[in-house]
């Protein structure tokens, strides 16, 4: 079976996700959801997950699915193991946040 690999850029939104939850919501709620996105990573392989493919037009083979209000961004990496690449929140503008963490890009000003 294979691991799963948390990315820089995806463990930077897990912090940010588990600080903004615990402010807003207590300890309890960011535990649950943190531990609710990591039983998700562990699905994925399974297709416990609906993942779909990202869009052709990024040129990368990559899959997102939902989780709550956040989408998840995932790859196979070349040993086979899942690579988490970002997660980000509904509300954020997808497709120039989503260039910026899979490809090291500044999103434009329209993002």
């Not at 940010?16 to 309890?28: F, L, S």
């Not at 040129?59 to 790859?75: A, D, L, Q, S, T």
């Not at 040993?79 to 260039?99: A, P, S, Y």
């Amino acid at each position: 079976m294979p691991k799963v690999r948390i990315q820089e850029a995806a463990s930077w939104r897990l912090d940010e996700i588990y600080r903004y939850t615990r402010e807003h919501w207590g300890e309890q709620q960011a535990q649950r959801y943190i531990t609710g996105l990591f039983a998700a990573f562990e699905r994925i392989d399974s297709h416990g997950v609906a993942s779909k493919p990202v869009p052709a037009e990024f040129g990368v083979e990559g899959y997102f699915f939902r989780y709550e209000h956040h989408i998840v961004y995932w790859k196979r990496l070349a040993n086979g193991d899942l690579g988490i690449v970002t997660i980000l929140h509904e509300r954020m503008h997808q497709i120039g946040r989503f260039k910026s963490e899979f490809f090291g890009e500044q999103p434009s000003s329209e993002t």
